[in-house]
């Protein structure tokens, strides 16, 4: 796992691209070496993920340019494949993922931000989606993630265009959710992930699951799914412990399950 770095900080794991000289970018070494990292998350003692690059220039820079230079169709198709399968791997995780982007997020980097479920931003951070620039489309979900994170109208802009997109204006458009000084980033992550950690797990995954499956059906089963998630919820011990201190005008105890 030489270009993925995994860390276990209490209840949060923190993974870090590593692959500083090529501004992190993602050739089939790194796709391999995230899935790896990702598939050993205990998910018994981890209750949220961030993921960041390394150093102080790039969250992600793309897909590596070289190694797609010269792919055939049929080593593209299984290169898309493959980003696609460790992305979606990150997306379905039951815990939340935060995008802690310190840096360039272009390309597979935007994508990979995108297959998060919150993105924040330092204030160098750049996104956008160069790939029409290159002679492609993006092939790591942008087209799809990015049209449904800020709206068709807006994604199929910036992908036209290859569009850049600052930290500020990622903000605005509902890129992000927040901003703030490099130095800072990290600590506002692991704050925003602490927050996360403190609430009921098993609920908070539960609200997960019921936000991604529930946008993908129409209303009438999405709101049948979220009643049985609460539902669901209903059969745990955070759900009495917590329930019965509010009652009793108390404070929970810390939550377990
Ligand atoms: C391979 C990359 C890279 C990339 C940077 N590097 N981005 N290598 N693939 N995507 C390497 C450079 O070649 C260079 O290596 C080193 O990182 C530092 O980059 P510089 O260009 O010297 O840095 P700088 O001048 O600061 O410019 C930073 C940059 C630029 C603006 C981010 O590197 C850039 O435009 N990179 C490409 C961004 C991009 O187009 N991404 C989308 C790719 S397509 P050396 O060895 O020279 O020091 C994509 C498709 C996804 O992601 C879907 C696939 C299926």
Avoid: H, W
């Avoid at 890129?175 to 130095?183: E, G, H, Q, R, T």
Wanted: hydrophobic share 40%; net charge neutral; proline share 3%.
């Amino acid at each position: 796992m030489g270009y993925v770095k995994y860390e276990q900080k209490d209840l949060v794991g923190v993974v870090t691209i590593d692959r500083e000289k090529a501004l992190n970018a993602l050739n089939t070494e790194v796709l391999a070496d995230l899935e790896a990292v990702v598939d050993a998350i205990d998910l018994g003692k981890t209750r949220c993920v961030i993921i960041t690059g390394a150093g102080q220039k790039a969250f992600v820079a793309g897909a590596d340019i070289g190694a797609m230079s010269t792919m055939t169709k049929e080593q593209g198709r299984a290169f898309s494949k493959r980003g696609n399968d460790v992305f979606r791997k990150i997306e379905s995780l039951p815990v939340p993922v935060i995008a802690a982007v310190n840096g360039f997020a272009l390309g597979g980097g935007c994508e990979l931000s995108l297959s998060c479920d919150i993105r924040i931003a330092s204030e160098n951070a750049l996104f956008g989606q160069p790939e029409a620039g290159l002679g492609i489309t993006p092939g790591f979900g942008g087209t799809q993630r990015l049209a449904r994170t800020i709206g068709v109208g807006k994604a199929k802009e910036l992908i036209y265009t290859c569009g850049k997109v600052k930290a500020e204006e990622a903000l605005k458009i509902g890129l992000v959710n927040a901003v703030y000084p490099a130095d800072q980033l990290m600590e506002e992550c692991i704050k925003l992930a602490g927050k996360i950690a403190r609430n009921a797990p098993i609920a908070v995954r539960q609200c997960k699951k019921a936000i991604n499956l529930g946008l993908q059906m129409d209303i009438d089963s999405a709101v049948s799914l979220e009643a049985e998630l609460f539902s669901f919820c209903l059969d745990t011990k955070d759900q009495k412990n917590a329930m019965t201190a509010f009652c009793e005008k108390r404070k929970p105890d810390p939550f377990i399950n």
